[in-house]
C-alpha cells in the first residue's frame, strides 16, 4: 500500500520537461552503451585472437563461454564512465540548442532541473548495486573459468611456507600446496591454549577433499600435552576439519570479482580470523558501494559543467568530460595503492574519489549561482 501510494505521489510530480529527460538519459546511456561495449570488445578481441586460435575455438564456442560474460563485466567496472559520458552528451546537446536556457527563463530554477537527473541517476546506482554485488559476480565466476583455461592459465602450485590461524587456538603451517593433486606437503597442525602448547601435529602431506572440505593427513606424528604430561602418537592416516579452501592459496587476485558481496564479507571475516592482509578485500567491498554513489555524483558534475554553452559546443564538452573522467579513475587507482602500501584505511580509500568530486561539484554549483 504505501510502495503504491509512493509511486503515485512520484509520479504525480515528475512533469513534461522530466519525462523528455528521463527519456533523453535512459536512451543516451543505452546507446553509450552498446557504443563503448562494441568496441572493447572488439579490441579485447584482437588482443586475445592468438590464444583463441591457439586452442582451436569457434567464434560461437568464445562468445557463449567468454563474451556473453565479459559483457556485464565491462558494464559493472565502467558504468558510472557510460553514465557521465552520457548526461555529458545529451545534457551538451540540450545546451546548443538552447533548450536549457528556454527551461531556465520559463522560471524552473536550476535545482528544480537537476531532478530528473538525480532521480535518473539514482535509479541506475541502484541497479549497478545490486548488479555489481550480486549479478556480476555469478557471470564472473564463467568468465574467469574460461580465462584460466584458454587465456591466463591459472597457476597450479601455491607460494612456499604459508602459515594460517584458523581460529583463536588452532594454527596451520604448509611448505606448499599442489592444485592438480590437491595435496599440501610438510604440513604442521598447532593447537594454543592459554599461550600454552596443547596439541601439534606433523605430517609428510595432508590431502584436500572438496566434497566433505576437509583435510586428510597422513603419515602424523602427534605431541599432545595434558597436565604436565605429554603423549607422543604415531598415526598413519586422519581427518581434520580444518576450515581453509586451498584454491584462495592459488588463486589469482581477479578471483575476488567471484565473490558476491555475503562470500566477500564472510572471506574478509576468515582473513581477519587468520591473521592474514585483508585490506584489498576491504577496499573492494566498500568500492563496490562508493562507485554506485559515485554514478549520482557524476551525474551532478555532468550536468553543471555542459548545461552552458562554451566555444567548442558538444565536442569541448566531451573532451573535459573524458578528462574528468580518466582523473576520477586515476584518484579510484592512486587511493587503492595507498591503501595497501600505507596508513589509508579501506574505507576512506573507497570513497576518496567521491569526496574529492563532491568538493568538485560544490565549487562548480557556487560558480554557476554567480
Not at 565491462?74 to 528556454?102: D, H, K, Q
Not at 564472473?140 to 602459515?163: G, T, W
Request: charge should be positive.
Amino acid at each position: 500500500m504505501f510502495i503504491t501510494y509512493l509511486c503515485t505521489s512520484i509520479t504525480s510530480m515528475i512533469k513534461v520537461i522530466d519525462r523528455y529527460i528521463i527519456k533523453q538519459f535512459f536512451g543516451g546511456f543505452i546507446f553509450a552503451l552498446i557504443l563503448i561495449v562494441s568496441v572493447a570488445m572488439t579490441i579485447d578481441l584482437g588482443e586475445k585472437m592468438s590464444n583463441f586460435v591457439q586452442s582451436n575455438l569457434t567464434f560461437y564456442q568464445v562468445f557463449i563461454g567468454y563474451y556473453l560474460y565479459f559483457i556485464p563485466y565491462l558494464v559493472g567496472l565502467l558504468g558510472p564512465y557510460f553514465v557521465f559520458i552520457t548526461v555529458i552528451y545529451f545534457t551538451s546537446r540540450l545546451s546548443s540548442r538552447s533548450e536549457i536556457i528556454a527551461m531556465l527563463n520559463s522560471g524552473m530554477s536550476f535545482k528544480r532541473l537537476l531532478y530528473p537527473y538525480i532521480i535518473t541517476s539514482a535509479l541506475l546506482a541502484i541497479g549497478f548495486w545490486v548488479a555489481i554485488n550480486y549479478v556480476i559476480p555469478h557471470s564472473d565466476v564463467k568468465r574467469l573459468a574460461f580465462e584460466n583455461k584458454y587465456i591466463v592459465r591459472e597457476p597450479q602450485s601455491s607460494q612456499v611456507h604459508i602459515h594460517k590461524r584458523l581460529d583463536d587456538s588452532t594454527y596451520f603451517y604448509l611448505r606448499v600446496y599442489d592444485n592438480l593433486a590437491k595435496t599440501a606437503y610438510n604440513v604442521t597442525l598447532e593447537k594454543i591454549i592459554n599461550s600454552q602448547l596443547k596439541e601439534k601435529v606433523m605430517a609428510d602431506k595432508a590431502v584436500y577433499d572438496t566434497l566433505t572440505k576437509s583435510w586428510t593427513f597422513d603419515k602424523l606424528f602427534v605431541r599432545s600435552f595434558q597436565d604436565g604430561n605429554e603423549k607422543i602418537e604415531i598415526i598413519e592416516s586422519k581427518k581434520y576439519p580444518i576450515k581453509l579452501d586451498p584454491t584462495l592459496l592459488i588463486k589469482r587476485w581477479t578471483h575476488i570479482q567471484e565473490l558476491n558481496r555475503t562470500e566477500l564479507k564472510q572471506l574478509i571475516d576468515q582473513l581477519k580470523l587468520q591473521g592474514s592482509d585483508s585490506k584489498a578485500y576491504e577496499i573492494e567491498y566498500h568500492k563496490r558501494t562508493s562507485k554506485c554513489f559515485g554514478v549520482i555524483l557524476l551525474t551532478i558534475v555532468g550536468v553543471i559543467l555542459a548545461s552552458k554553452k562554451v566555444r567548442g559546443g558538444i565536442g569541448m564538452h566531451l573532451m573535459l568530460g573524458l578528462a574528468l573522467g580518466s582523473v576520477y579513475e586515476v584518484i579510484v587507482k592512486f587511493s587503492d595503492s595507498f591503501a595497501i602500501k600505507a596508513s589509508l584505511g579501506a574505507h576512506s580509500a573507497a570513497w576518496l574519489p567521491n569526496f574529492l568530486y563532491l568538493i568538485l561539484a560544490i565549487l562548480l554549483w557556487k560558480k554557476i549561482q554567480e
